[in-house]
């Protein structure tokens, strides 16, 4: 669909998901804002790598609500599980994906996210289409990618993306539009909703 796809990071880099900048960097807190979670709100967290977000999110979808933590690198879903296992939160649930399906329930999510990882997903229509069989009536998918119309954001523009093209690629399946929020620095976070 007019871009080229870029590798994913391998469990190697899961420093970089953990370093302690990234907060003042990326304004985690302003995307959980964006997020609007709830307590017993089921989310799924695709691509969660070592469980950054996911962990934070867990806390603001307690006591009842649950995170289900999806990764394609076995070496990340183990260290996510040790660093939600070694912070007590048992509303975390890793699993693995595959390149092409999230292996998530039908109907079981309320809002699935994707942190800097739909640019590179192999096969990112088969896999947004699993993630959105997975959405609950009303349910919502959140892309957050860094911007590629903003030339101040230093990241290789192989993974940036614009939101014209995330716009362009989600809604070749049953998902409306429903905002993009440019609060953060150096990403969109661009949100649709599942059409009834």
């Not at 190697?12 to 953990?18: D, H, K, N, S």
């Not at 939101?163 to 409306?176: K, N």
């Amino acid at each position: 669909m007019g871009r080229e796809i870029a590798q994913v990071m391998g469990w190697q880099g899961a420093p970089w998901l953990e370093r302690q900048e990234r907060e003042k960097e990326e304004r985690t807190d302003l995307l959980l804002e964006a997020l609007e979670l709830k307590p017993g709100m089921v989310v799924a967290d695709i691509g969660a790598g070592t469980g950054y977000l996911s962990r934070r999110m867990a806390r603001l979808v307690a006591p009842s609500g649950r995170v289900m933590a999806v990764d394609v690198q076995p070496e990340m879903v183990a260290l996510l599980r040790r660093a939600a296992e070694a912070e007590g939160m048992r509303n975390i649930t890793p699993s693995l994906g595959s390149e092409n399906d999230a292996r998530l329930a039908p109907g079981s999510v309320d809002l699935a996210i994707m942190v800097d990882v739909y640019h590179e997903l192999s096969a990112p229509y088969e896999m947004l289409r699993s993630v959105v069989q997975s959405l609950a009536p009303g349910g919502r998918v959140v892309f957050v990618e860094y911007k590629a119309e903003d030339s101040a954001v230093q990241i290789k523009p192989l993974h940036k993306m614009t939101e014209r093209q995330i716009r362009r690629e989600a809604e070749m399946l049953p998902l409306q539009w429903v905002r993009t929020d440019s609060r953060l620095p150096w990403q969109h976070v661009v949100i649709f909703r599942k059409k009834s």
